[in-house]
């Protein structure tokens, strides 16, 4: 992955959280972004930074639940960003 697109991926997970609360039901967005290739070591996928289960439940999460996820994606992606070195 770039640098560019990891940027993108921690800036949208910030505008995410920046709202108090989600502008109406199921609206917390997927931050899916349709390259779906998990990494071994890791075992997130390398687009999203969610694990499967994650991805899988995605669906039929609250929107609390999705923004939980959301919040971790920072500190995955940094660790992500690591394991290139």
Do not use: F
């Amino acid at each position: 992955m770039s640098l560019h697109y990891w940027t993108k991926l921690g800036e949208r997970a910030q505008q995410v959280l920046a709202e108090p609360t989600p502008p109406a039901p199921n609206s917390v967005p997927s931050p899916c972004v349709s390259l779906c290739l998990m990494h071994p070591s890791a075992g997130w996928c390398d687009g999203c930074l969610r694990t499967l289960p994650e991805i899988g439940s995605w669906s039929r999460a609250s929107d609390e639940e999705k923004r939980q996820v959301w919040a971790q994606l920072p500190e995955r992606l940094r660790q992500r960003q690591q394991m290139e070195g």
